[in-house]
Protein backbone atom coordinates (compact mmCIF):
# COMPACT_ATOMS: atom_id res chain seq x y z
CA UNK A 1 0.00 0.00 0.00
CA UNK A 2 2.98 2.60 0.89
CA UNK A 3 4.64 1.69 -2.85
CA UNK A 4 1.33 2.54 -4.33
CA UNK A 5 0.86 5.85 -2.45
CA UNK A 6 5.00 6.52 -3.48
CA UNK A 7 4.51 5.85 -6.77
CA UNK A 8 0.85 7.72 -7.23
CA UNK A 9 2.95 10.53 -5.95
CA UNK A 10 5.79 10.47 -8.32
CA UNK A 11 3.07 10.02 -11.52
CA UNK A 12 1.16 13.24 -10.20
CA UNK A 13 4.46 15.22 -9.58
CA UNK A 14 6.05 14.30 -13.23
CA UNK A 15 2.66 14.93 -14.92
CA UNK A 16 2.59 18.43 -12.82
CA UNK A 17 6.24 19.24 -13.71
CA UNK A 18 5.85 18.14 -17.50
CA UNK A 19 3.24 20.64 -18.15
CA UNK A 20 4.72 23.53 -15.92
CA UNK A 21 7.32 23.19 -17.77
CA UNK A 22 5.52 24.13 -20.98
CA UNK A 23 5.49 27.54 -19.29
CA UNK A 24 9.68 27.91 -18.78
CA UNK A 25 11.93 29.71 -21.14
CA UNK A 26 15.12 27.95 -21.40
CA UNK A 27 18.36 29.54 -23.28
CA UNK A 28 22.19 27.62 -23.91
CA UNK A 29 24.78 30.45 -23.75
CA UNK A 30 28.19 28.69 -25.26
CA UNK A 31 30.91 30.72 -22.99
CA UNK A 32 33.61 29.34 -25.08
CA UNK A 33 32.30 31.03 -28.32
CA UNK A 34 31.65 34.49 -26.03
CA UNK A 35 34.99 34.48 -24.27
CA UNK A 36 36.61 33.96 -27.93
CA UNK A 37 34.64 37.10 -29.40
CA UNK A 38 34.44 39.34 -26.91
CA UNK A 39 35.56 43.23 -27.37
CA UNK A 40 37.09 42.83 -23.72
CA UNK A 41 39.14 39.50 -24.55
CA UNK A 42 41.46 41.73 -27.27
CA UNK A 43 41.54 44.37 -24.91
CA UNK A 44 43.14 42.02 -22.26
CA UNK A 45 45.49 40.60 -24.45
CA UNK A 46 46.63 44.12 -25.93
CA UNK A 47 47.01 45.46 -22.12
CA UNK A 48 48.96 41.84 -21.44
CA UNK A 49 51.43 41.99 -24.31
CA UNK A 50 52.26 45.87 -23.78
CA UNK A 51 52.48 45.07 -20.19
CA UNK A 52 54.94 41.72 -20.82
CA UNK A 53 56.66 43.32 -23.90
CA UNK A 54 59.66 44.77 -22.29
CA UNK A 55 60.59 41.94 -20.25
CA UNK A 56 59.86 39.37 -23.02
CA UNK A 57 62.73 41.72 -25.51
CA UNK A 58 65.05 41.27 -22.30
CA UNK A 59 65.00 37.90 -22.08
CA UNK A 60 65.43 37.65 -26.02
CA UNK A 61 68.61 39.44 -25.48
CA UNK A 62 69.81 37.62 -22.57
CA UNK A 63 69.30 34.18 -24.89
CA UNK A 64 71.22 36.14 -27.84
CA UNK A 65 74.12 37.37 -24.91
CA UNK A 66 74.15 33.55 -24.23
CA UNK A 67 74.02 32.50 -27.75
CA UNK A 68 77.41 34.66 -28.68
CA UNK A 69 79.23 33.57 -25.55
CA UNK A 70 78.70 29.91 -26.00
CA UNK A 71 80.09 30.61 -30.01
CA UNK A 72 83.09 32.46 -28.63
CA UNK A 73 83.69 29.54 -26.57
CA UNK A 74 83.29 26.87 -28.96
CA UNK A 75 85.17 29.17 -31.79
CA UNK A 76 87.88 30.17 -29.67
CA UNK A 77 88.63 28.03 -26.76
CA UNK A 78 91.45 26.47 -28.50
CA UNK A 79 93.92 29.37 -28.37
CA UNK A 80 92.25 30.93 -25.30
CA UNK A 81 94.55 30.45 -22.03
CA UNK A 82 92.98 28.43 -19.18
CA UNK A 83 91.80 31.58 -16.79
CA UNK A 84 90.25 33.35 -19.73
CA UNK A 85 88.08 30.03 -20.35
CA UNK A 86 87.15 29.44 -16.99
CA UNK A 87 86.35 32.76 -16.69
CA UNK A 88 83.86 32.83 -19.67
CA UNK A 89 82.38 29.43 -18.88
CA UNK A 90 81.55 30.72 -15.02
CA UNK A 91 80.34 33.62 -16.85
CA UNK A 92 77.98 31.80 -19.17
CA UNK A 93 76.58 29.44 -16.32
CA UNK A 94 75.56 32.86 -13.91
CA UNK A 95 73.95 34.46 -17.49
CA UNK A 96 72.03 31.08 -17.93
CA UNK A 97 70.91 31.17 -14.65
CA UNK A 98 69.75 34.34 -14.47
CA UNK A 99 67.78 33.55 -17.44
CA UNK A 100 66.39 30.79 -16.41
CA UNK A 101 65.16 32.26 -13.07
CA UNK A 102 64.11 35.37 -14.92
CA UNK A 103 62.14 33.39 -17.67
CA UNK A 104 60.48 31.74 -15.03
CA UNK A 105 59.93 34.56 -13.53
CA UNK A 106 58.09 36.17 -16.54
CA UNK A 107 56.51 33.27 -17.05
CA UNK A 108 54.75 32.96 -13.72
CA UNK A 109 54.00 36.68 -13.45
CA UNK A 110 52.62 36.42 -17.25
CA UNK A 111 50.30 33.63 -16.00
CA UNK A 112 49.08 35.52 -12.92
CA UNK A 113 47.77 38.15 -14.63
CA UNK A 114 46.54 36.50 -17.69
CA UNK A 115 44.30 34.68 -15.02
CA UNK A 116 43.52 38.12 -13.29
CA UNK A 117 42.77 39.46 -16.78
CA UNK A 118 40.56 35.91 -17.60
CA UNK A 119 38.93 36.42 -14.07
CA UNK A 120 37.81 39.71 -14.75
CA UNK A 121 35.88 38.88 -18.23
CA UNK A 122 34.34 35.94 -16.59
CA UNK A 123 32.57 38.49 -14.20
CA UNK A 124 31.58 40.67 -16.99
CA UNK A 125 30.30 37.50 -19.03
CA UNK A 126 28.33 36.30 -15.93
CA UNK A 127 26.75 39.88 -15.50
CA UNK A 128 25.74 39.97 -19.38
CA UNK A 129 24.60 36.79 -19.16
CA UNK A 130 21.91 37.42 -15.99
CA UNK A 131 21.14 41.11 -17.58
CA UNK A 132 20.20 39.00 -20.56
CA UNK A 133 17.91 36.43 -18.44
CA UNK A 134 16.26 39.70 -16.57
CA UNK A 135 15.57 41.87 -19.81
CA UNK A 136 14.19 38.63 -21.89
CA UNK A 137 13.00 37.30 -19.01
CA UNK A 138 14.60 33.54 -19.09
CA UNK A 139 13.49 31.05 -16.42
CA UNK A 140 16.67 29.15 -17.29
CA UNK A 141 20.31 29.93 -19.20
CA UNK A 142 22.66 26.79 -19.59
CA UNK A 143 26.28 27.12 -19.88
CA UNK A 144 28.77 24.78 -19.71
CA UNK A 145 28.06 21.06 -19.97
CA UNK A 146 25.40 20.76 -22.16
CA UNK A 147 25.50 18.03 -24.64
CA UNK A 148 22.75 19.71 -27.39
CA UNK A 149 21.23 22.58 -27.40
CA UNK A 150 18.53 23.87 -29.68
CA UNK A 151 19.31 26.38 -32.52
CA UNK A 152 16.25 28.55 -31.10
CA UNK A 153 17.61 28.47 -27.39
CA UNK A 154 21.31 29.40 -28.09
CA UNK A 155 21.06 32.87 -26.57
CA UNK A 156 25.11 33.04 -27.25
CA UNK A 157 24.84 35.91 -29.78
CA UNK A 158 22.50 38.27 -27.62
CA UNK A 159 24.99 37.64 -24.78
CA UNK A 160 27.74 38.84 -27.00
CA UNK A 161 25.89 41.72 -28.13
CA UNK A 162 25.04 42.37 -24.31
CA UNK A 163 28.46 42.40 -23.51
CA UNK A 164 29.54 44.87 -25.96
CA UNK A 165 26.95 47.15 -24.92
CA UNK A 166 28.33 46.34 -21.18
CA UNK A 167 31.65 47.25 -22.46
CA UNK A 168 30.78 50.95 -22.93
Same mark, same amino acid.
Given at each position: ????????????????????????????????????????????K???????????????S??????????????????????? /? @??? &???? =?? $?K??? !???????? *????? /? @??? &???? =?? $????? !????L?K? *??????L????????????????????? *????Q
Amino acid at each position: MKNRISLFLILLLATTSSFAAGDLKIGFVNVAKVLEKAPQASKAKTRLESEFSPRDKALVSQQKEIKTLEDKLAKDSAVMGDEE /R @RRI &ERDL =LD $KKRDA !ARAQQEFS *EDFNM /R @RNE &ELGN =LQ $KRIVE !AVRALAKE *ESFDLLLTDGVIYANDHIDVTSRVQQKL *ETLSQ
